[in-house]
């Protein structure tokens, strides 16, 4: 009897060893999957917001001369001087690779005009 005492309390503290392990996997992946959703949501909320950001009073230009891209810059603001990429960011968002290449070529004057005719 005191050989088996010793040796049930091992099997318990496995056996609740393999409950904690599998715990601490399910909460790892509730992490993970918690980490996705919010990131996700963020994304769609940038998303959206960026579409009404031109219509709001502190738009520096007018909202009517604003076309929206969505992609690779949110848009274009045509102006009677100039025509100007608009590319909206939300609190510490920052641009991507992309939209930094795109802005350098800007500011290298790299950017033309070309007329095609169809037909």
């Given at each position: 009897?005191?050989?088996?005492?010793?040796?049930?309390?091992?099997?318990?503290?496995?056996?609740?060893?393999?409950?904690?392990?599998?715990?601490?996997?399910?909460?790892?992946?509730?992490?993970?999957?918690?980490?996705?959703?919010?990131?996700?949501?963020?994304?769609?909320?940038?998303?959206?917001?960026?579409?009404?950001?031109?219509?709001?009073?502190?738009?520096?230009?007018?909202?009517?001369?604003?076309?929206?891209?969505?992609?690779?810059?949110?848009?274009?603001?045509?102006?009677?001087?100039?025509?100007?990429?608009?590319?909206?960011?939300?609190?510490?968002?920052?641009?991507?690779?992309?939209?930094?290449k795109i802005k350098?070529?800007?500011?290298?004057?790299?950017?033309?005009?070309?007329?095609?005719?169809?037909?």
């Amino acid at each position: 009897m005191e050989f088996l005492v010793p040796w049930s309390i091992i099997v318990v503290l496995l056996g609740c060893l393999i409950l904690l392990g599998k715990l601490c996997f399910k909460m790892r992946s509730s992490s993970a999957e918690l980490k996705s959703q919010i990131r996700s949501q963020s994304t769609r909320y940038g998303q959206i917001t960026e579409q009404f950001l031109p219509l709001v009073e502190s738009y520096p230009w007018d909202s009517k001369h604003f076309r929206f891209l969505g992609s690779p810059i949110d848009g274009i603001q045509f102006e009677e001087d100039r025509i100007i990429l608009v590319e909206f960011k939300s609190s510490f968002s920052q641009m991507s690779g992309r939209q930094r290449k795109i802005k350098n070529l800007v500011e290298q004057g790299k950017v033309e005009f070309e007329l095609i005719r169809a037909g």
